[in-house]
């Protein structure tokens, strides 16, 4: 759903819960965020988020996988941990048993991963698979990231290269030679956030989530406009998945990134000397993508190095894309 049009369905919720009346709700509807907060005592906030979707990759392990990854990376935007979580299914009743088992294997195999564990859940019977995961996280109330902290002077990381809904698509439609792109694809999915997150809250992150439907630009500009803040990212230092910009150009873009395009047209302005390949890919919708962090400029060398030094592969690295600065809130790429 596009960001004007969520924000359209949202509205009656907004208008029925005065978060005025929640003292503990930390983080709920009146500003985008990417999970609920809600403080339970002094020294505890449970963090709430819930993602599900249709299938990404023929695999069904790896599609389990990459589904509890993304679920779960909501709670590590938010400076959290993993706690438990509950399945969320919808399985065709002509699926053969031991597909759909394969399926949660490999989102408890993940949930694992985190440190968390799988209390249960709820599956249906659909058309068309879908799987996900409601986490349940826990943070410090004192400690909880939101996207609205950013500061003018601020460096803009990214933990994953960017390309995941271009190099599906192109595996997808059968394109020459897209078994490579797609193994890269996956093995950027399926790798947790959470490392990435312990680093960036020891180093102090001002702002910080995850880049997921809404591109690279879209999250970008929620972080822009809930910290009344102008965001200058540089195009030659975002990465790009391996082949993500040859299948660009080959046309395989998604139906997201163009209504990612028409949708973010008032919150970003990108350089002329920009190529369109490019652009397709700032707009294109990542699946379980990195975090974008906020953070000062006097730690954001080191933040890099601690995370490319002690990651565990290559897709959970760090780049610096950017900068905060003061000036109209929004997105320009230069």
């Known amino acids: 759903m596009g960001l004007e049009t969520l924000a359209q369905v949202l509205q009656p919720l907004r208008d029925t819960f005065d978060s005025r009346d929640y003292p503990d709700l930390l983080v709920g509807l009146d500003a985008a965020d990417d999970a609920a907060v809600y403080r339970v005592s002094d020294e505890v906030a449970l963090i709430q988020t819930l993602d599900f979707f249709p299938p990404v990759v023929d ?21 959290g941990e993993v706690c438990f979580a509950l399945n969320i299914a919808g399985i ?6 031991e597909v759909a088992a394969e399926i949660f294997r490999g989102g408890a195999e993940k949930v694992r991963e985190a440190d968390g564990v799988i209390v249960g859940g709820h599956t249906i019977f659909d058309a068309e698979p879908k799987y996900g995961l409601s986490v349940t996280g826990m943070v410090h109330p004192d400690a909880v990231i939101t996207k609205g902290g950013a500061k003018p002077g ?3 990381l990214l933990t994953k290269p960017i390309g995941t809904g271009v190099l599906l698509t192109a595996a ?15 093995a950027s999915m399926i790798e947790l956030n959470r490392h990435s997150s312990h680093l960036a ?8 989530t995850d880049v997921t439907g809404y591109a690279l630009l879209g999250h970008a500009s929620e972080i822009a406009l809930q910290s009344s803040v102008k965001i200058v990212i540089e195009a030659s230092s975002v990465p790009l998945l391996k082949d993500a910009y040859r299948f660009a150009a080959a046309g395989a873009v998604t139906g997201g990134g163009h209504r990612n395009q028409e949708q973010l047209r008032e919150r970003v302005s990108l350089s ?4 369109n390949n490019l652009k397709q890919l700032f ?3 990542q699946t379980s993508g990195g975090l974008l962090i906020a953070v ?10 601690s995370i490319r030094e002690t990651s565990s592969s290559d897709h959970g690295s760090c780049w610096q894309i950017g900068s905060v600065e003061e000036g109209e809130p929004g997105v320009e790429v230069i």
């Open 272 to 275: 002329n000397t920009i190529d």
């Open 154 to 156: 601020d460096k803009l």
């Open 59 to 79: 695999d069904p392990y790896l599609y389990g996988a990459i589904g509890a990854a993304n679920a779960m990376s909501d709670v590590y935007a938010m400076g």
């Open 296 to 305: 000062p400029e006097g730690v954001a060398e080191s933040l890099q190095v």
């Open 283 to 285: 707009y294109d919708p």
């Open 201 to 208: 809250r020891a180093a102090g992150v001002h702002a910080m």
């Open 92 to 97: 065709p009743d002509n699926l053969p048993p």
């Open 172 to 186: 997808q439609q059968q394109y020459v030679d897209s078994d490579v792109g797609l193994e890269a694809a996956v």
